[in-house]
Antibody, heavy 117, light 107 residues
């Protein structure tokens, strides 16, 4: 059974950093592209970033480009999202997902990030 | 960016009925459209990708159609577990974009 478990969220002040992790199991992690999708409170879903199966290619939405970095450790079956210079508009639940052909096959339960002073 | 306009935002129906949800793209996305189901306390689930291909495990009462800019998700003979929020998403180009969601509630 595919399992994606996010961690690392919480309350952070504007301008500070936070790193999310996603522990994957139940599939061959190194064969799959991975992504982060977020959902602000009472809002819809928003794609954040994607990384290829081997980490050689990354893609970001414009609003996080230069501030967020997606990475992975295939030996540990773990996906990361380093978030710097956080803004109030980054407040959301962040979901770790597998991705194939640009859609999202499996989703984690999500981790909440609140950016507030 | 490709804007995805989903309608209606809210839909009430009874078990056994059939419903349709529309998703319109601001430009052609070929057939690269996915549908997801969101339920409280559960992980989001992909139902359909590439417009009409059912993900493994998706019940056959779900179907997707359309190409270009206009797409439809149809659920025939609603079951109690189908009452949820549904999102469309274009998977043709970056940035990947979602519709605003349709909440399907029991009448």
């Amino acid at each position: 059974e595919v399992q994606l478990v996010e961690s690392g969220g919480g309350l952070v002040q504007p301008g500070r950093s936070m790193k999310l992790s996603c522990a994957a199991s139940g599939f061959t992690f190194s064969n799959y592209g991975m992504a982060w999708v977020r959902q602000a409170p009472t809002k819809g879903l928003e794609w954040v970033a994607t990384i290829s199966y081997d980490g050689s290619s990354t893609y970001y939405r414009d609003s996080v480009k230069g501030r967020f970095t997606i990475s992975r450790d295939n030996a540990k079956s773990t996906l990361y999202l380093q978030m710097n210079s956080l803004r109030s508009e980054d407040t959301a639940t962040y979901y770790c997902t597998t991705t194939a052909l640009y859609y999202f096959d499996y989703w984690g339960q999500g981790v909440m990030v609140t950016v507030s002073s | 960016d490709v804007q995805m306009t989903q309608s209606p935002s809210y839909l009430a129906a009874s078990p056994g009925e059939s419903v349709s949800i529309s998703c319109k793209a601001s430009k052609s996305i070929n057939t690269y459209l996915a549908w997801y189901q969101e339920k409280p306390g559960k992980s989001n689930k992909i139902l359909i990708y590439s417009g009409s291909t059912l993900q493994s495990g998706t019940p056959s009462r779900f179907s997707g159609s359309g190409s270009g800019t206009d797409f439809t998700l149809t659920i025939r003979s609603l079951e109690p577990e189908d009452f949820a929020v549904y999102y469309c998403q274009q998977h043709n180009e970056y940035p990947l974009t979602f519709g605003s969601g349709t909440k399907l509630e029991i009448k």
